[in-house]
């Protein structure tokens, strides 16, 4: 490289030279500031700056380095694309169980309440265990750690699918929430090959991930059960899981080929791990609830995951009692709210949070998911049924990505972010132990329309409290 400085005389730029302190940078720049010696570019646009208490012999590899606790460790090359395809599969055979598990909760004499214990189990489990699946990959490393729950995850679903009773099935399904530490681990993967300051790019691999997978996994669990005998047993109502499971053995061979080890000691995991998630701040979660809007957004979070999981618990349920289907037809329906919600975060959601803005769009979308639960059962014919569900998936596909954009805006700077997206995935989880059993209940004890309009009601008043209480902030805030 040719360092040359422009507007100075060829004596200014000899002595300039002799300044400077590092032997090989000597060679090729021409200025000294403040500590650091100047290497202009080959096009002369710009100056970078290499610290010269870094024993680099190579300068354009010193200007490229980041401070220890952000640099990616990668190995390879598209590490992201490569934890995306592994966790596309894990997740489109966790997509199966949806329609699936119902109906064979139904097959073994369960009832409504039976199968909301059967995903409370599930999201209990998993709330327990997450943050420990962290902690194991920071001690023994990332890929070992996801490859050892993709096994896992094979394993129960070849369980869940010789179940041979309910009682059984409960167990199984609580050990599924205990052994599937698989987003977790993916999210410290994830923490080790992205700066710190592409967290968002990072963490939308798995949004990305669960969005497909809850679109395939369920019409994939359809068709199978089209080709399966309308039988009990592992090779009837139980053989999608059989699927499921030789789909997580696939994402474990997919992951041990195209995964490789961050080269990383474990405290440095661990750092990596926690500054990634917004915890070296030492803020506590209870402090970011003392800020009102944070408060507020938790709140309807919790809300909005509820009324989506009563729905998600009951529908087949529903389905079967009033139109005699069963996991095949049930599972196209999700397959379809799925791929339409897809659509719309892919081709609108852009243009009507660029337009109206994210609050706005949250709003709309939290009043037509709420109005399509509301309304999807009170006239019982198909065609008005699926109509507003299909509201329903453009209010969630609308009320979604607002929601994560609403929460990310209340970082005071990058080290809050991941914080507030730990709080959101609580926020969630709580709804998901909540909502399960309370859709299940009402289904048992007041009627089967029940469930859906109490989702209904409880998110209209969800997107309603928080539309009053963020525009009173707004309102104090501006005063």
């Known amino acids: 490289m040719t360092c040359t400085h422009q507007n100075q005389s060829m004596s200014t730029h000899n002595k300039a030279v002799k300044n400077c302190q590092t032997p090989t940078v000597q060679e090729q720049c021409g200025t000294r500031t403040e500590g650091n010696c100047a290497l202009e570019s080959r096009d002369n646009s710009s100056i970078e700056h290499i610290p010269l208490d870094v024993p680099y012999s190579n300068p354009r590899r010193a200007m490229t380095t980041q401070h220890p606790t952000d640099t990616p460790v990668t190995g390879q090359s598209r590490p992201l694309l490569r934890i995306f395809l592994v966790l596309f599969i894990n997740l489109t055979a966790f997509g199966i169980a949806i329609p699936i598990l119902p109906a064979l909760c139904k097959d073994m004499g369960g009832t409504g309440l039976s199968v909301g214990l059967l995903f409370t189990l599930q999201a209990l489990g998993q709330f327990i265990m997450a943050p420990r699946w962290g902690s194991l990959s920071d001690r023994i490393g990332r890929?070992?750690?996801?490859?050892?729950?993709?096994?896992?995850?094979?394993?129960?679903?070849?369980?869940?699918?010789?179940?041979?009773?309910?009682?059984?099935?409960?167990?199984?399904?609580?050990?599924?929430?205990?052994?599937?530490?698989?987003?977790?681990?993916?999210?410290?993967?994830?923490?080790?090959?992205?700066?710190?300051?592409?967290?968002?790019?990072?963490?939308?691999?798995?949004?990305?991930?669960?969005?497909?997978?809850?679109?395939?996994?369920?019409?994939?669990?359809?068709?199978?059960s089209y080709l399966a005998p309308d039988t009990p047993g592992a090779l009837g109502v139980g053989l999608p899981f059989?699927?499921?499971?030789?789909?997580?053995?696939?994402?474990?061979?997919?992951?041990?080929?195209?995964?490789?080890?961050?080269?990383?000691?474990?405290?440095?995991?661990?750092?990596?791990?926690?500054?990634?998630?917004?915890?070296?701040?030492?803020?506590?979660?209870?402090?970011?609830?003392?800020?009102?809007?944070?408060?507020?957004?938790?709140?309807?979070?919790?809300?909005?995951?509820?009324?989506?999981?009563?729905?998600?618990?009951?529908?087949f349920y529903y389905m079967n009692a009033r139109y005699q289907y069963d996991e095949r037809q049930v599972g196209m329906i999700f397959a379809s709210m799925g791929l339409l919600a897809s659509l719309v975060q892919g081709g609108a959601v852009g243009r009507i949070s660029r337009k109206i803005g994210d609050r706005k769009?949250?709003?709309?979308?939290?009043?037509?998911?709420?109005?399509?639960?509301?309304?999807?059962?009170?006239?019982?014919?198909?065609?008005?049924?699926?109509?507003?569900?299909?509201?329903?998936?453009?209010?969630?596909?609308?009320?979604?990505?607002?929601?994560?954009?609403?929460?990310s805006a209340q970082a005071r700077g990058p080290h809050e972010s991941g914080a507030l997206m730990g709080i959101q995935q609580s926020a969630n989880s709580a709804g998901r132990i909540i909502g399960p059993l309370v859709g299940g209940w009402l289904f048992d004890s007041v009627s089967k329309q029940s469930p859906f309009i109490a989702a209904g009601v409880v998110m209209l008043l969800s997107i309603a409290f928080w539309a009053k209480a963020s525009a009173t902030s707004k309102e104090a805030q501006n005063a």
């Open 143 to 224: 890929k070992k750690t996801l490859l050892l729950t993709l096994l896992f995850a094979s394993i129960i679903d070849l369980l869940t699918a010789f179940s041979p009773t309910l009682i059984a099935l409960f167990v199984i399904r609580f050990c599924a929430g205990i052994f599937s530490g698989n987003v977790a681990t993916a999210s410290a993967y994830i923490a080790d090959v992205t700066p710190i300051k592409d967290r968002s790019k990072g963490m939308a691999v798995i949004g990305i991930g669960f969005g497909l997978g809850f679109t395939f996994g369920p019409a994939l669990g359809a068709m199978i």
């Open 242 to 315: 059989i699927v499921s499971s030789a789909l997580n053995i696939i994402a474990l061979i997919v992951g041990s080929i195209l995964l490789k080890e961050p080269t990383r000691s474990s405290e440095e995991r661990k750092k990596r791990r926690e500054l990634f998630k917004g915890q070296a701040a030492d803020i506590k979660p209870s402090q970011f609830l003392e800020r009102k809007e944070v408060a507020h957004l938790t709140r309807f979070l919790v809300g909005y995951s509820i009324a989506v999981t009563i729905m998600e618990t009951t529908l």
């Open 361 to 407: 769009m949250m709003i709309l979308g939290g009043i037509a998911l709420g109005t399509g639960l509301l309304l999807a059962t009170t006239y019982q014919v198909l065609w008005f049924l699926l109509a507003w569900l299909a509201l329903a998936a453009i209010g969630r596909a609308l009320t979604q990505p607002a929601s994560l954009s609403m929460m």
